[in-house]
T-cell receptor, first 115, second 113 residues
Framework: AQKVTQAQTEISVVEKEDVTLDCVYE???????LFWYKQPPSGELVFLIR??????QNEISGRYSWNFQKSTSSFNFTITASQVVDSAVYFC????????????FGKGTMLLVSP | EADIYQTPRYLVIGTGKKITLECSQT?????MYWYQQDPGMELHLIHY???????EKGDLSSESTVSRIRTEHFPLTLESARPSHTSQYLC????????????FGPGTRLTVT
């Protein structure tokens, strides 16, 4: 069965610091998909990125970057020069090809960015 | 930007009442999902649907029921609300093929007194 572990329950940083959110996953499928979502205080989950198991290229989008390493089953998320608006709960999720599109979420990491 | 709507956003109701949480999407997505999110943040899949007349139970056992009579509509019903049903309920939908990312509605925060 698939599993996603986000070991960091809560992280506090000061604005402009870089921060990395860890995500470790377990799956028996060779084809799978990884996701990151952001949940701001308003409550709605916002899709950030999807990564396929056959594409290990890292990705950068503005201040956000993602490091996918199959060798360590990790899909870490880094925010560079954090801002107060980055304060939210961040979820990592996994979808297996055999799982008919259902997502398994990690327990989430709450990021608090103070001015 | 996703077009998925949930009503009501907040609901406070007494024990024993029947309630229906509404979820609608205008993206033509076949797949829809309901999640329950506890105060500890963890998300649990309680129901999903692959299309009209298709419904499945998720990983977390739930006393709620769902129906999918129209593609765009996926309501969740609790026949007799209890305080243990107090939670945030999130609806989501996803498209076909490799478009596996789910788009979420704003959620319904339910409190049963």
């Amino acid at each position: 069965a698939q599993k996603v572990t986000q070991a960091q329950t809560e992280i506090s940083v000061v604005e402009k610091e870089d921060v990395t959110l860890d995500c470790v996953y377990e799956t028996r499928d060779t084809t799978y998909y990884l996701f990151w979502y952001k949940q701001p205080p308003s409550g709605e989950l916002v899709f950030l990125i999807r990564r396929n198991s056959f594409d290990e290229q890292n990705e950068i989008s503005g201040r956000y970057s993602w490091n996918f390493q199959k060798s360590t089953s990790s899909f870490n998320f880094t925010i560079t020069a954090s801002q107060v608006v980055d304060s939210a709960v961040y979820f990592c999720a996994l979808s297996e090809e055999s799982g008919y599109s259902t997502l398994t979420f990690g327990k989430g990491t709450m990021l608090l960015v103070s001015p | 930007e996703a077009d998925i709507y949930q009503t009501p956003r907040y609901l406070v109701i007494g024990t024993g009442k029947k309630i229906t949480l509404e979820c609608s999407q205008t993206m033509g997505h076949d797949k829809m999902y309901w999640y329950q999110q506890d105060p500890g943040m963890e998300l649990h899949l309680i129901h999903y649907s692959y299309g009209v007349n298709s419904t499945e139970k998720g990983d977390l056992s739930s006393e709620s029921t769902v129906s999918r009579i129209r593609t765009e509509h996926f309501p969740l019903t609790l026949e007799s609300a209890r305080p243990s049903h107090t939670s945030q309920y999130l609806c989501a939908s996803s498209g076909e093929g490799l478009k596996l990312e789910q788009y979420f509605g704003p959620g319904t925060r339910l409190t049963v007194t």
